[in-house]
């Protein structure tokens, strides 16, 4: 049985690893698969006929498809995943393999993934101090501004002041 396109789907372009980060992304997250492997019917700028083109995944049940369309266009902050994590083991999980995995790691709970694309790693409880506002949004906020990989219990802790 055919499993009806979704109406919206997020196109990743890579420049020929797609199956290789749609692979870790099933084994790192949650809800999250290969669905599909398409094949170039022929060959095209960056490939060949037979090399894989497009690979269909979810991302934490998002779904996602990445496109081996070459070198000409690399990704940027201007895109990210953001994951909501509910504790400091979940965000260590999360954080070290995308880390662990040739990435790299950035600021306020941002990191990229070894092809390139960014990924915000981001407890719930600092999402809630800054929809908080106030003094308890201020301090978690000067928190966050001095981490890479969030710490749960200093938000925590601004939290409370």
């Known amino acids: 049985m055919n499993t009806p396109t979704p109406k919206n789907?997020?196109?990743?372009?890579?420049?020929?690893?797609?199956?290789?980060?749609?692979?870790?992304?099933?084994a790192t997250f949650p809800d999250s698969k290969v669905t599909a492997v398409h094949q170039a019917p022929g060959d095209y700028p960056s490939?060949?006929?037979?090399?894989?083109?497009?690979?269909?995944?979810?991302v934490l049940g998002i779904p996602c498809l990445g496109l081996n369309?070459?070198?000409?266009?690399?990704?940027?902050?201007?895109?990210?995943?953001?994951?909501?994590t509910d504790t400091q083991e979940e965000t260590d999980r999360y954080w070290n393999a995308i880390v662990g995995n040739g990435g790299q790691e950035s600021v306020c709970g941002?990191?990229?993934?070894?092809?390139?694309?960014?990924w915000q790693?981001?407890?719930?409880?600092?999402?809630?101090a800054l929809a908080a506002g106030g003094a308890e949004a201020k301090r978690a906020f000067a928190a966050m501004m001095e981490m890479g990989k969030i710490d749960v219990a200093k938000i925590e802790a601004a939290r409370r002041g």
Request: overall charge negative; some cysteine.
């Open 9 to 26: 789907t997020i196109c990743l372009w890579y420049n020929k690893d797609a199956l290789d980060a749609a692979r870790f992304y099933a």
């Open 47 to 58: 490939g060949k006929e037979g090399d894989v083109i497009t690979v269909e995944f979810t």
């Open 69 to 84: 369309g070459g070198p000409e266009f690399k990704h940027s902050e201007a895109f990210s995943f953001q994951v909501a």
């Open 110 to 118: 941002w990191c990229k993934d070894r092809w390139g694309l960014s």
């Open 121 to 128: 790693i981001t407890p719930r409880v600092l999402t809630e």
